[in-house]
């Protein structure tokens, strides 16, 4: 095994002990065993474990940052249409990138530069308020309230991707229709059998 390839390795291993066990619980001597390498292997490669976990956890959020952007700056799409694309990014990353969410929802700023779950989100959110200014300038609501409608939007979204992340029911699909349902319509509106604007025939 090359060095590149013992350090992907080495990370590997380490996303599923941290996703499983916290950081605090995983130690560098269990991931040296499960990667069946001495721990002079993984000093060399990280320093640390504190290292190890940076890497894992700036991997994880740099993936699920450009995943978020991609799906909010796509040409010609309506306001409604760019929030139930931000919702599925937000479930595609959690079903295709459990250890990678729960790293980052659990303790990501433990030995970390790139912050907080909390610090991730409101970067995403920060994307959003930017669509968001326009729309409702154009509906002549007070464009200053954008940031805080951008949080709540992202919030809703990751807290019910986290209830979501153990069950994987219903669908991703069905859990973005009704959250954008929610978004879109409010409480007051709410639409009795939601789908997904591109799916509606």
Do not use: C
């Amino acid at each position: 095994m090359t060095s590149a390839q013992r350090r992907e390795q080495l990370i590997e291993v380490s996303r599923s002990l941290f996703a499983q066990f916290g950081f605090d619980a995983t130690s560098v001597e269990e991931i040296a065993a499960t990667a069946q390498v001495s721990k002079p292997v993984v000093y060399e490669h990280f320093g640390g474990k504190e290292g190890l976990y940076a890497v894992v956890v700036d991997r994880a959020s740099r993936t699920l940052l450009e995943a978020i952007r991609s799906a909010l700056t796509v040409e010609g799409a309506s306001s409604r249409e760019l929030i139930q694309q931000g919702a599925m990014a937000l479930l595609d990353y959690i079903d295709e990138q459990p250890d990678g969410f729960r790293i980052l929802a659990r303790d990501s700023s433990v030995g970390s530069s790139g912050g907080s779950f909390a610090s991730i989100l409101s970067d995403i959110a920060g994307s959003v308020e930017d669509l968001l200014a326009e729309p409702f300038e154009r509906h002549g609501f007070n464009s200053e309230f954008a940031g805080m409608y951008a949080q709540a939007l992202v919030g809703l979204v990751a807290m019910a991707g986290q209830s979501w992340l153990d069950v994987r029911e219903p669908p991703k699909e069905v859990v973005a229709a009704h959250l954008v349902n929610l978004a879109w319509n409010g409480m007051r509106n709410l639409e009795i059998d939601p789908e997904l604007v591109t799916s509606r025939q």
